[in-house]
DNA sequence: CAGTATCCTCGGAGATACTG
DNA sequence: CAGTATCTCCGAGGATACTG
């Protein structure tokens, strides 16, 4: 992306900062985390419908931008514990107010879209006569 | 919000409008319309990278689900006014944060990956000894 | 248990050309 | 000018099996 012409300013660091938090699985491994520290398996469970392989790649890249920290404790079994760091602390707060506004804004925009639906149809039938 | 250590149930729908926003372009859309209403040629140009397919699909996407408002004046030429619905507003708003938050944190997520990059380069090399 | 290695599929998204 | 219609391709992500 962003292949010639540099069209947008200088927020184009802040861009792709944006890009990672816009990752869905990004958005959901961060809360989890946000109640404290968790094992992989433990965050396979919280978080239905991810993939341990796409956990990995997440956490990773979560880890990579400084937002987690992995702590893995030598033991027998294994025994991996991911937790916040201090700016992914700050993040979660951020996406906290993301987070309540879904909640409190989510039946509007159920009906937004049963609204837009029953547009559709009654269009479609008025075209047809 | 899920505190219990269940898998999602009531959730649910809330995910849903967290996906919906953790869109890439909508991230960028939002903002760009926050400004003021704009025609689909100018969101072209302010939101570089962007094909008119992709945005066409997004725009229908917020459209649908009620955060902004599609005028069609029914001139010739063609001219389509796009502007964010009261929620919209709402919701750009609440955007807005993470946006601060970007700007104000990339620099730390740049050092995260440089420390990274450091840390993995060492570590290859000591493997190698 | 945490993580990798493979293989494979499906759809997101680009390019291009066309229409009202 | 706004938008659709096709065709195409690439890679994110799922399933499964294996390893330390």
Same mark, same amino acid.
Request: proline share 3%; net charge positive; charged share 30%.
């Given at each position: 992306?962003?292949?010639?012409?540099? =069209?947008?300013? !200088?927020?184009?660091?802040?861009?792709?900062?944006?890009?990672?938090? $816009?990752?869905?699985?990004?958005?959901?491994?961060?809360? $989890?985390?946000?109640?404290?520290?968790?094992?992989? !398996?433990?965050?396979?469970?919280?978080?239905?419908?991810?993939?341990?392989? =796409?956990? +990995?790649? +997440?956490? %990773?890249?979560?880890? @990579?931008?400084?937002?987690?920290?992995?702590?893995? *404790?030598?033991?027998?079994? %294994?025994? =991996?514990?991911? @937790?916040?760091?201090?700016?992914? *602390? #700050?993040?979660?707060? !951020?996406?906290?107010?993301?987070? %309540?506004?879904?909640?409190?804004?989510?039946?509007?925009?159920? !009906?937004?879209?049963?609204?837009? $639906?029953?547009?559709? $149809?009654?269009?479609?039938?008025? #075209? @047809?006569?």
């Amino acid at each position: 992306m962003r292949k010639n012409g540099d =069209v947008y300013d !200088a927020s184009c660091s802040a861009r792709d900062a944006l890009e990672l938090i $816009a990752s869905k699985w990004a958005l959901l491994i961060l809360p $989890a985390l946000a109640a404290g520290p968790m094992r992989n !398996a433990a965050l396979l469970r919280r978080i239905g419908g991810i993939s341990q392989k =796409v956990l +990995t790649q +997440t956490l %990773r890249e979560l880890e @990579r931008n400084g937002l987690i920290l992995r702590e893995d *404790k030598g033991m027998r079994p %294994r025994r =991996v514990e991911y @937790r916040l760091s201090r700016l992914g *602390k #700050s993040l979660s707060r !951020a996406l906290r107010i993301l987070d %309540r506004w879904a909640e409190r804004h989510f039946p509007a925009l159920d !009906a937004a879209r049963e609204r837009y $639906a029953a547009n559709q $149809a009654s269009q479609r039938s008025a #075209s @047809r006569l």
